[in-house]
């Protein structure tokens, strides 16, 4: 009966839905999927009623085995990693300790687990939680301490944090979260959580020394209810490709900020980051394809394609003479400060500029840069695509879909996506879409995989933000924003089929030669002479008055770089390129 209701629920629902239409440019097909999308969380709700299984019920697994093994190395992908005197190893397997139903992401509650089958002469350094709307695809660190027994050592206390006993919310009986004491000149790493009032055994988990450990932070909230507690993973505050910090997988709380630390490679120890032969085997392993949206007019293109296309050089006070660039960009301005003194533009005569706008995917080439990160126990693989143009912006504001004219339009347009790699197993577990000034992780749980490990990017129409799945996403508040939609199309980049890798440091000198292009430090793009005041008064004019001020507000609140005032500069100019990235 209950199967049979939920049929007769999801089929007038879908019908419903698909009689009407949110904005006047949507299709049929987006109109449906945009319906399965709704009655799918409409399942959720309901199967979540009729206690079906939550997504953490379910393992993430890769599509495919990683490789037996990799080209041969040094420490990559080893299993463990010295971090200076201390080893540690990366655990998978869990024991569920607690749960709940309710609160968090999706309003579904979590899960908190204790690692299991740490290895012997390991030790645990604290507990795993997740929110209940994804996969189970987590870790935590266990450590050996390599020297004389001084780096880890027993709590000798520990220190109630919380306790959901007076919660009235669905929870496998009651949860008790315990902070361990740490002896002095230590550090505690990581909770524990157990379904008793009575305190964790001492040899439950270790503290570290504190010269092995660095300052952390709260990240991705987990769970909370109420002002009470919120839970968060715990991540290292100081985050780059020098940085030290280790992160550990395990949990923080908002009552316990500051007195929870990670961990630190204390001599920066570089052995577990892969070579350049295990470098091209990822990037065989787990190249996605970006997918074009099917009414993109801009494409991307290789750099040497724009320089030989008839792109130029401007110099500040001699903008009636610009040169001509040399195919590898040797005859470009090295280094220096984005000071406005050069600038690459278009070709001047209109058909080379409109050309050249519309970009070549035949000689689209993705630029790699390969850096260390978490204190060198992963490895971030960024993938930079250049479009030599960037298209209009388009407005959604309520009902009404509208081209904002030259807002948004820029000469030089980089985007990137970040793959996250473990070094000690080399599993793919991260994936950072830049969209316009900032950008989202996804975790590999959330990724859709075409062939093999190798995941969709969708890059949105004009602004080429990226994105873990089709549709339309939104950049504002409410019902009016910026318009980033993105779909499958028969225009796809195969990251792996061209690319070059362009920087990584670590492997030494002379490893990778740098392309000259990549140290000069100015804007790929001219500065944009429009008025936006004028730009602003041409939509407005066809607004109802309610919503000429939530628009006027939306678009002077967006980045120079939405807006398209003046070109970007160029990869190694931005701050993910040596710092994490930004959300």
Request: hydrophobic content about 35%; charged content about 20%.
């Amino acid at each position: 009966m209950r199967l049979l209701v939920l049929f007769i629920y999801l089929t007038l629902h879908i019908q419903l839905c698909c009689g009407r239409r949110s904005t006047p440019d949507l299709n049929h097909s987006a109109a449906m999927e945009h319906c399965v999308n709704v009655s799918c969380s409409s399942l959720a709700n309901l199967s979540k009623k009729n206690n079906q299984p939550l997504p953490i019920e379910t393992t993430f697994k890769l599509p495919s085995p990683l490789p037996s093994s990799w080209p041969p190395g040094t420490g990559f992908a080893s299993g463990t990693i010295d971090i200076g005197g201390l080893l540690v190893t990366q655990i998978s397997s869990f024991t569920k300790v607690w749960a709940t139903k309710e609160g968090g992401p999706d309003n579904i509650g979590a899960t908190f687990y204790e690692p299991s089958l740490v290895p012997n002469g390991f030790h645990m350094l604290g507990f795993y939680a997740q929110p209940n709307n994804k996969p189970l695809f987590g870790w935590v660190l266990a450590a050996k301490d390599l020297s004389s027994g001084g780096i880890l050592k027993m709590p000798i206390d520990y220190k109630l944090v919380w306790s959901s006993q007076s919660l009235n919310i669905r929870q496998d009986g009651v949860a008790y979260v315990w902070l361990p004491v740490p002896p002095e000149g230590y550090k505690a790493v990581g909770h524990v959580i157990t379904t008793s009032p009575e305190k964790p055994p001492l040899d439950k988990v270790r503290c570290v020394l504190a010269v092995f450990t660095e300052e952390s932070e709260n990240g991705d909230w987990i769970w909370g209810n109420s002002d009470v507690i919120n839970i968060f993973s715990s991540r290292p505050k100081d985050r780059g490709s020098k940085a030290l910090g280790v992160s550990i997988g395990t949990f923080g709380t908002s009552t316990t900020a500051g007195e929870l630390a990670c961990l630190k490679n204390v001599h920066y120890n570089l052995s577990s980051m892969p070579n350049l032969n295990q470098i091209n085997s990822l990037v065989q392993e787990y190249a996605p394809f970006i997918y074009l949206h099917p009414d993109e007019e801009f494409f991307p293109s290789s750099v040497n394609w724009f320089f030989q296309n008839g792109a130029l050089l401007y110099t500040k006070g001699q903008e009636n003479n610009p040169i001509g660039i040399d195919s590898s960009g040797s005859n470009l301005p090295q280094g220096g400060t984005n000071d406005g003194t050069y600038w690459l533009d278009l070709p001047t005569d209109k058909s080379s500029k409109d050309r050249v706008k519309r970009g070549d995917l035949q000689t689209a080439t993705s630029y790699l840069q390969v850096k260390p990160m978490f204190g060198a126990t992963f490895t971030d693989i960024g993938i930079w695509v250049f479009y030599p143009f960037n298209g209009a912006a388009r407005a959604k504001l309520e009902f009404l879909t509208i081209s904002l004219g030259k807002i948004g339009e820029h000469v030089g347009d980089w985007e990137h996506i970040t793959l996250r790699i473990s070094n000690f197993n080399g599993e793919l577990k991260n994936v950072y879409f830049a969209q316009h000034s900032k950008g989202t992780w996804a975790s590999s749980s959330e990724l859709e995989y075409l062939t093999g490990n190798r995941a969709a990017i969708y890059s949105s129409l004009h602004g080429h933000a990226a994105y873990p799945k089709p549709g339309d996403s939104l950049q504002g508040n409410g019902d009016v924003g910026i318009r980033n939609d993105s779909d499958k199309s028969d225009m796809v980049m195969d990251i792996s089929a061209n690319y070059t890798i362009v920087c990584a440091d670590y492997l030494g000198e002379n490893i990778i030669v740098e392309p000259v292009w990549l140290n000069y430090g100015r804007e790929w793009g001219p500065k944009i002479s429009y008025d936006l005041n004028e730009e602003l008064k041409k939509v407005e004019r066809f607004l109802p008055g309610k919503l000429k001020t939530a628009f006027e507000k939306m678009v002077r609140g967006l980045p120079n770089e939405v807006l398209g005032e003046e070109g970007p500069t160029g990869p190694k100019w931005k701050d993910s390129w040596s710092a994490d990235e930004r959300v």
